[in-house]
């Protein structure tokens, strides 16, 4: 960590700060600028309290220097993570496709679904049974009911089942008819939950929060990493900006920045990054040029009717359209999508 | 809710998207314009599946009309709503102040930071004892034994005690120590978490996510007043920008906003809302002369040895300078700070 | 326009909204729901002051209907528009590739880096001559030698040559050298310099500048062809998001949503929009595969001592491997990239 | 500046920085972590091509330690600076007010607005001639005829003259009329404006791009101050982010930020910062708590009939109201406001 010094600071602020840096079990480098002066910390700076040093006497600000991650991180692991779950796999050259609709709603709509994202090439069936939705007059999900329609689903289909958990105390239930636990944005940060999937038996989807930065993200998935799980995919599903012609903004950098920083596998959710049907084709297909691991995507029978998120699902014979001109992207990669 | 047409919209489109409005029980107005066809739906639109009309045919975008929250309304109820937990007050011409650490750290150092705020005009004190933080490797938090130290405080000065729940199966634990239970800006989308409180005996500062809108703030308040408990305070505490000289961006806008839209408190914390200790006073002072109906500041005794946010912490003469120069904004805007 | 009515407004402020409608050559429609009044304006609504309207009496809020421009709107011109200047075509299935330095530094180095994209297959040469830098004390450009270098390259490989013009006093002397002018980020919003390219013989490449909404970049177009100049580019430079890990957010999805609202063609600047030079392939080859009609990449004999922009540019061989990358994705979306 | 190795970086890497760093006149300290080695580069950093040092071999990221702006610098002028134009002083005490609508659409309007806003302590008059509007449909000012009323203005109500300039060539004309030079949020970058106004003998307010850093923003002041003009005064007027429920976000943060990184005053604009008349008060009344040193605020005879910008416009009695209520605010903090 490198502490700079305010120009004011006198050598009796400099020399408190040295202390300070010691007795946190750090050597302490000082530099002396022509305008500042900057204490260079050499050691373990992911200890508690780093951040308060910059309260101490003459500090103009601390920039950290390590990522704060360990275990998530490539310069640990050099070789990529490859999660496998059932019929999906994600990583070492093959895109798993998840699709199925947002909310599951009853047992035709989620076998149909399933056997058309099936015939179309998925890898994995998605639908949620737990919803956690913005407004409490909204929809809430069939709960446990959902969850056994999923397993119906598997059967007839043979696609493993991803589904959200929202609560610690769910995740012994869902993992009894789940293959993937997702995390939803709105719990990237639900750090009790992350420790409970943390040592379950499943494999996780890690969504990233809307305004998580990407180290808090990689922090989230260390929670789980840490906990002892290492079937960890991290899925990028856009974050909040000015914009507003999209739902949110749909990052792609992430993918090569991510896959640069970690070895962990990133999915792109192009149904939630952009929020409008007419949009995700194109952002499916431009994720696996970026080169994501995977992909989830809405899929309804009928999505205006839909209870949730139908203004972003795609329809059958829209998700055969896009999965056939993602093939051909696949291709050009080099890669193998989903189950085609 | 206005449903406008694409220009390229033909007359089944619309006939169709008519049925769609009026199978969701509501009536459709069809307004012709010289380039575009809009429908605007009268009744209660907030209702389950209204969003997925966007994915109908021949249709550009749906607008919503009414605000989705009622409960939380000021239309609903037009007097301003005021909290009161033990010695704080929020609202009703009185600004509260709750004052404190970040974290419990030892009962000298909770003991002497209540004094010294109570001493400094603070109505209640805060300190978290469940600590959400971003890395796996930061200090937890003393949990039960810190909301026990809090108690002792209470007992020694009298005042409130302020401190965060993060799961619903610790509320009933927390609710035997704390005056308020504080919902943290990482769980204001926890929905069972909100549904507990809302179920609790306590009042609930209900603090706003980084990237939360306004609309989704007031929502999850709304979860919390539907669970049936009236004693809501509304926290903003920043919101995540392009800006990173400060650590979030404090919207002081807010105020008068939420004010005007419901009948909640709202009460401001200029620590996190900055990220810095020198930028905090002259944040609070400013929170009060927006029409605050509270403040919510970090104080520790030594900011430089804190286990958590001592960069934003104000130690025990800059929380007495800053209730001064609160006071007298306090005084201009005919209000009561605090305990002075 | 839509105006939404506080629901207290009186009979007498609906009154006079109606009024203020019609005094501005607008129908007004009422429509009374349960719980607000709304009044459908119906007519020209990009007329001046409209949004004035907002400060009526008893009105929440107005929202717009109408796409505020016009001749940029595939409403307007169903079919796309192709741009063609010297070597490069841009729209109609093929993907113009502009490739070059920053700055203009020297004859050697704009010289060499023309033959090297030019080999590798670049469609058009880049480089800055008037350079608006952020700092005073950062290098500025060769200004009219620069220009003189581009032209000197171009009749070395026979590239069309990209350049910004920063000032409509200026923009005689650029027409003189330059293919395409282009309109920087930081200059979207000067008006007087819009209509002084839309009043050119160039064809243009507009940036957008990084908060500006995809509305305001479309107005910027309008202005320039407004002024009578139909050979407009937009270009997607990355938006100033709370993300830092990338310099800028590159939305890619500003492709396929730009691209159903109006007919003109779409260029991707992968360098501004990650701002590393380790992510500009994989975002090149996203935005081919997200449908782009053009690339615009920086390109540098030796980036680690390029006077601007190094941490951003390809070398040579980078370049080369990107090209070669992008082909295969080229290949996939049936189009023809560049001069390969 | 400090340049982070990657842990991959070799020891020929390292030694190859050094040399780049000695190349560009700066001594290099290198500090050998456990995990990283550092390179600490003593010197003037601020020139040109340093960020390409990140395009070096086994670079991670390149952190800069200095501010870049010098002129505009606390460290280098401790004291606070006071700008004074005519019947305008802003700082040393004095908050300056300047009100007027934002467009000047006739006399009688002009003349009116500035005897009203005398009367309730104005000490200056805005009001726009040349009128950078988003739409080319929107009204773009009465130019050199908006000036001669401003001057007449002036004449009856002694107010100082502030109006926007916004291109190189009207400099001249406008100096002939105003007292202060508005520097508008999109010109913000326009350089060779800048460079303009600040050879120029008029007084500059120089308002903050809505996505610019503050960084940015001082170093756009730096232009000014480096072409000769000290007489500067930063305006913020609110950056683009996420919410939509005000037009901008408006962060007060600024002002101490702002104080103590420079010596320049700083005034706020709750009009622009807020985007709704009913903000507007509460937000003028904050900006005095947290220290600004002038006000800009939009007053106009009929808002709802406004050519532009009466959404967020102040009518005659809602203007006297808010000077009242701020005049408060400016005695609890020992200060004298506009000409009361």
């Known amino acids: 960590m490198i502490i700079v010094m305010k120009r004011s600071a006198s050598e009796q602020d400099i020399t408190t700060m040295i202390h300070e840096v010691e007795a946190r079990g750090l ?22 309290g780093i951040g308060s040093l910059e309260s101490g006497p003459g500090v103009d600000e601390v920039l950290p220097i390590l990522a704060p991650y360990k275990l998530a991180s490539r310069e640990l692991q050099p070789e990529s993570s490859t999660v496998q779950a059932g019929s999906l796999t994600v990583g070492n050259g093959q895109i798993g496709v998840i699709a199925g609709p947002c909310s599951v709603e009853s047992e035709e709509q989620i076998v149909t679904t399933a056997q058309a994202v099936r ?17 409490p007059y909204s929809f809430q999900g069939l709960k446990e009911e959902g969850l056994q329609l999923l397993a119906e689903a598997r059967r007839q289909t043979g696609l493993a089942v991803v589904t959200e958990v929202v609560s ?26 992350l420790e409970a999937v ?28 840490d906990a002892g799980n290492d079937q960890v995919m991290l899925c990028e599903r856009g974050i909040r900006t000015f914009e507003t012609h999209t739902r949110f903004t749909l990052p792609l950098a992430s993918v ?34 970026a080169g994501a691991d995977g992909l989830i995507v809405e899929v309804h029978p009928h ?38």
């Open 27 to 48: 050597k302490a480098n000082v530099i002396r600028g022509t305008e500042r002066t900057v204490i260079a910390a050499v050691g373990e700076e992911r200890v508690a």
């Open 256 to 289: 090569p920045y991510v896959q640069q920083r970690t070895h962990l596998p990133v999915v792109i959710d192009p149904s939630h990054g952009t929020g409008h049907t007419y949009l995700v084709p194109a952002m499916a297909q431009a994720a696996i040029a």
């Open 119 to 135: 015939a179309a090439g998925a890898s994995a069936l998605r639908g949620g049974a737990f919803k956690p939705r913005t407004s």
């Open 168 to 193: 610690p105390e769910d995740v012994e239930l869902v993992v009894e008819y789940a293959d993937v636990l997702q995390i939803g944005a709105r719990n990237m940060q639900n750090y009790r939950l």
């Open 198 to 225: 943390g040592k379950s038996p499943r494999a996780v989807l890690l969504k990233r929060g809307p305004s998580a930065t990407i180290d808090e993200w990689l922090l989230a998935a260390e929670y789980i990493l």
């Open 303 to 340: 999505p205006e009717q839909a209870q949730s998120d139908g203004y972003q699902s795609l329809n059958f014979a829209e998700y055969e359209a896009m999965m056939a001109a993602c093939q051909k992207i696949a291709g050009a990669m080099e890669k193998h999508l989903g189950m085609l």
